[in-house]
């Protein structure tokens, strides 16, 4: 069974950074999309990046210049560098995997991870 394991929440004042990390396990032979996603307390879960395997991006408006993804696709990683963050960055930041193949051959089409809180203070 793949699960996903993020990591690098943290207290940090506005105009501070972090590096969000998220690892894959299990079997894995491929993973078509990995990403991020928010939710701020009271407000639905929105996207904030997502990488594909073939290294395209996409970016929320709201954190593009700030916020940068990346992936190791031999380790099953994804990481989120944010820079520049705001209190409105505050949220429970969630990992996705997207279009997920397994060693057996199953295919699951999204895997969540449990969450990491980022704290903005301002």
């Known amino acids: 069974q793949v699960q996903l394991v993020e990591s690098g929440g943290g207290l940090v004042q506005a105009g501070g950074s972090l590096r969000l990390s998220c690892a894959a396990s299990?079997?894995?032979?491929?993973?078509?999309?990995m990403g991020w996603y928010r939710q701020a307390p009271g407000k639905q879960r929105e996207l904030v990046a997502i990488v594909a395997s073939g290294g395209r991006t996409t970016y929320a408006d709201s954190v593009k210049g700030r916020f940068s993804i990346s992936r190791d696709n031999g380790k099953n990683m994804v990481f989120l560098q944010m820079s520049g963050l705001k209190p409105e960055d505050t949220a429970d930041y969630y990992c996705?995997?997207?279009?997920?193949?397994?060693?057996?051959?199953?295919?699951?089409?999204?895997?969540w991870g449990q969450g990491t809180r980022v704290t903005v203070s301002s």
């Open positions: 996705k995997a997207v279009g997920v193949r397994s060693g057996d051959g199953s295919y699951t089409t999204g895997i």
């Open positions: 299990g079997s894995i032979s491929s993973i078509d999309t």
